[in-house]
């Protein structure tokens, strides 16, 4: 399955308040998704789930463990969530050479790289989190990165991007977030700072084969 990206030709821009920038990963500067849709896809369906781009759609932005707890609730499943979450990460693993970045939030990452302090607050682990950014060139750019193994609250709570402003130095209020998914929104708004979804910026269309 093919998650082919336009880009729209409206310029993505700052917030003239911010004086830090942070960025999702997944979704945001780098197109993942397809590769996290076949490594669900290619997992959950030895319990009977048809994982399919709709209801992917419907958990975007929810961690992997989070995601095996609601297909049990949606599909009576009893998939252990700890267990099947990191079998899926690890089939993401195999298969995560075939991602994208997602040019013009990189391009925003390049023009303010030692201009203004960034950081990237993901959902994902650590160690895939920075070997997607090693992959793509995105280490360069970022010495601060927070996972979901860093805090006890994953998005929507506030406490991703908390602990990058923390590590930045610099007071949540002046921070922008970039995101592509609604929960990543409504933690940086929990958290007091601006957001800006990055999917005003491109479209994302289904093909048949990745």
Same mark, same amino acid.
Request: charged share 25%; net charge negative.
């Given at each position: 399955?093919?998650?082919?990206?336009?880009?729209?030709?409206?310029?993505?821009?700052?917030?003239?308040?911010?004086?830090?920038?942070?960025?999702?990963?997944?979704?945001?500067?780098?197109?993942?998704?397809?590769?996290?849709?076949?490594?669900?896809?290619? +997992?959950?369906?030895?319990?009977?789930?048809?994982?399919?781009?709709?209801?992917?759609?419907?958990?975007? &932005?929810?961690?992997?463990?989070?995601?095996?707890?609601? %297909?049990?609730?949606?599909? &009576?499943?009893?998939? /252990?969530?700890?267990?099947?979450?990191?079998?899926?990460?690890?089939?993401?693993?195999?298969?995560?050479?075939?991602?994208?970045?997602?040019?013009? @939030?990189?391009? %925003?990452?390049?023009?303010?790289?030692?201009?203004?302090?960034?950081?990237?607050?993901?959902?994902?682990?650590?160690?895939?989190?920075?070997?997607?950014?090693?992959?793509?060139?995105? /280490?360069?750019?970022?010495?601060?990165?927070?996972? +979901?193994? /860093? @805090?006890?609250?994953?998005?929507?709570?506030?406490?991703?991007?908390?602990?990058?402003?923390?590590?930045?130095?610099?007071?949540?209020? @002046?921070?922008?977030?970039?995101?592509?998914?609604?929960?990543?929104?409504?933690?940086?708004?929990?958290?007091?700072?601006?957001?800006?979804?990055?999917?005003?910026?491109?479209?994302?269309?289904?093909?048949?084969?990745?």
């Amino acid at each position: 399955m093919i998650f082919k990206i336009d880009y729209k030709v409206k310029e993505l821009k700052i917030n003239s308040k911010a004086k830090a920038l942070i960025f999702d990963l997944d979704g945001t500067l780098a197109n993942t998704m397809p590769v996290h849709f076949w490594a669900f896809k290619n +997992i959950v369906i030895d319990y009977g789930i048809e994982f399919t781009p709709e209801l992917f759609a419907r958990l975007a &932005g929810v961690p992997a463990i989070g995601t095996i707890e609601k %297909l049990n609730e949606w599909f &009576g499943t009893n998939m /252990d969530a700890e267990k099947i979450g990191h079998l899926k990460e690890m089939e993401y693993e195999k298969i995560m050479h075939k991602m994208k970045p997602i040019e013009p @939030v990189v391009e %925003l990452v390049k023009k303010y790289h030692g201009v203004l302090p960034m950081a990237v607050g993901t959902g994902g682990y650590t160690r895939l989190a920075w070997k997607t950014m090693k992959i793509l060139g995105f /280490d360069k750019y970022f010495d601060i990165l927070v996972s +979901i193994d /860093d @805090v006890e609250r994953p998005k929507p709570f506030p406490d991703t991007f908390l602990k990058c402003a923390e590590l930045l130095g610099v007071e949540p209020s @002046v921070c922008e977030v970039f995101e592509d998914a609604e929960l990543g929104i409504q933690a940086a708004q929990s958290a007091g700072m601006m957001a800006t979804l990055v999917t005003d910026y491109y479209d994302v269309t289904v093909g048949q084969e990745i």
